[in-house]
């Protein structure tokens, strides 16, 4: 005996508008399974630009900025060349835009082994293993069984891919031994349907409606162009005199002359009872209508229409950036969840073919996609300085850690992030702030540096009593920068160029200031800035133009005078060279990026 089921459907029903009912007119809309054929996705990749635009530009900007080693230095530059004789970037390009064209693509990693259907074990590839990258796209890379073992590493994969090489036999080629890259991820290719949809589909088959319509949408409007002003003329009795052939034939040859003397002379010749008019067709929405279009492309595309189109973001105040900001997010999710565990066997092929061994501590990072400017470099340096300084503690307070930690941990810092380039390196040489702990000579050494030459406007001291403090150092290659600032169109220069340390109104015992050497000078007191890092002008105090620029050694030093009692006038400490006061126009000065050599420090008291 079978079960009745009885159906019930909580819907709303209205006779009256038959919605609901079978002759409901949404009720006829449905999604059917899509399909794009390759030769219409290759055909529309290679002879029109919005197709091409959408493949391209997010596989391009997934490796633009490419990844950073984290290593020994002496470790990172075998990997790099590695990757430079392989053409791993450009490989990855390839492949990213072959698997978003086509739905799938993989790269061959070629190590000389004679059986390619056996699983690649990377840890027997030794220095110089890695033979060669190959690009292969879904079209030439056939699919054998799938794996149904849950267990397996390649559960709903295919066991075996299957290359046709040419005339030659089909060559086996486990997937242990490819990076595997698809477009738009199938949900479940077995709904779909198996064979060549286990890949993914193309990026271009949810797009190319919108596509279509933007492309149509555009040739109409320039066919539009040819009928954008008629001219229409009626003549007397026309259509009843159209029966006679004579008259057609002088018809023609009437307005055909006509038409010429008002191309010539702009005179339009009629007779009496024939009466003109010109009709001219009205283009002021239709701009707006094909950008409507455009911008339905970069949803469909998933990219932002600043990005794809390359216009300028629409609207009051309008930057797009966080319409970037989200699509470089987006594609650094698509870096670590994708590309990531793609490359997983690649990157220890790689590792171990230049390095002949893997050690255990090399990773490394994708490098950031969105690129910071100048001005936003110098705004996290400054912030990360005031941060230390705050930590470290003002005039009379204890830092919150030690100051050698603390040193330690901001050096770090500069040197991950790169805003001081050189970093470093300076520091292998010069060592870190807690391997210079001052001697008694050092100590002594101070006392007497401090009893500087004083400048002709100012007085110099020769004892230890509290005065104000000016501490400045002078810039060493000012003609380097006097010859930017020419080329610069800079006008009216200081002669002086220098960096002020301290501006202290306030009293102090300069002994207490202690000694610059304690800072990373060099042999003559001198302090090299290493070409590079965040460098910006900008108006500051009484001055139109000062070179800003970043540095950690300065800007201890200040901190290291404020706390030992020393006042100043900014709440806030940026080392700039002071460049003129006359008017300039800063949106058009390129920062100087060389090196900059400042001379020992020069003590001198505030002129009253």
Known sequence: MGTLFQYARDSLTNLVSRMGTERDKASSSYYPLPFIADDQVLNAYRGAWLPRKIVDIPAFDSVRAWRDWMADGAEIEPIEAEESRLNVRGKMLEARIKARLFGGAAIHIGTGDANLAEPLDVERITKGGLKYLTVLS??????????????????GKPRIYRLTAGDQAQVDIHPSRLVILTGNAQPDFELVGGGELAWGDS???????????????????????????????????????????????????????????????????????????????????????????LQIVSGAADIPATRLLGQSPAGMNATGESDLRNYYDRLSAMQALEMTPAMYRLDEAIIRSALGSRPADIYYEWAPLWGM???????????????????????????????????????????????????????????????????????????????????????????????????????????????????QGIPDLVDDLHVTIIYSRTAMDWIKAGNASEWGSESGGKITIAPGGPRVVEPLGNMSAVLMFASSQLCWRHEEIVRAGASHDFEDYQPHIGLTKADVDLAKIEPYRGKIILGPEVFEEVMP
Do not use: C, H
Not at 138 to 155: H, K, M, T, V
Not at 220 to 227: D, G, K, Q, V
Not at 427 to 449: C, F
């Open 138 to 155: 879904r079209r030439q890379l056939s699919i054998g069984e799938i794996e149904r073992d849950p267990a397996s590493e390649w559960y």
């Open 203 to 293: 990026v271009l088959l949810s797009a190319m409606d919108a596509v279509k319509q933007a492309d149509g949408t555009a040739a109409n409007i320039a066919s539009l162009i040819f009928e954008a002003k008629v001219d229409i003329i009626r003549i007397p009795n026309f259509m009843a005199s159209l029966a006679n052939e004579g008259y057609k034939t002088k018809i023609l040859e009437r307005y055909t002359l006509a038409n010429t003397s008002k191309g010539i002379n702009g005179t339009l010749m009629l007779d009496k009872e024939e009466e003109y008019e010109s009709k001219s067709a009205n283009f002021s929405t239709l701009p707006d209508i094909l950008d409507r279009f």
């Open 373 to 487: 400017s100048d001005k936003e470099k110098a705004d996290v340096f400054k912030t990360k300085a005031d941060a230390a300084r705050a930590i470290a503690g003002g005039s009379g307070q204890q830092p919150l850690i030690p100051i050698d930690a603390l040193s330690d941990a901001l050096v770090n810092a500069l040197v991950e992030d790169g805003s001081l380039p050189g970093l470093e390196a300076a520091i292998d040489e010069y060592g870190k702030l807690s391997e210079q702990e001052p001697s008694e000579e050092e100590l002594a050494a101070a006392v007497a540096n401090s009893n500087q030459p004083a400048a002709p406007q100012r007085k110099a001291a020769n004892d230890a009593e509290s005065r104000t403090l000016y501490v400045r150092r002078d810039v060493v290659n000012a003609s380097e920068i006097k010859a930017w600032a020419e080329g």
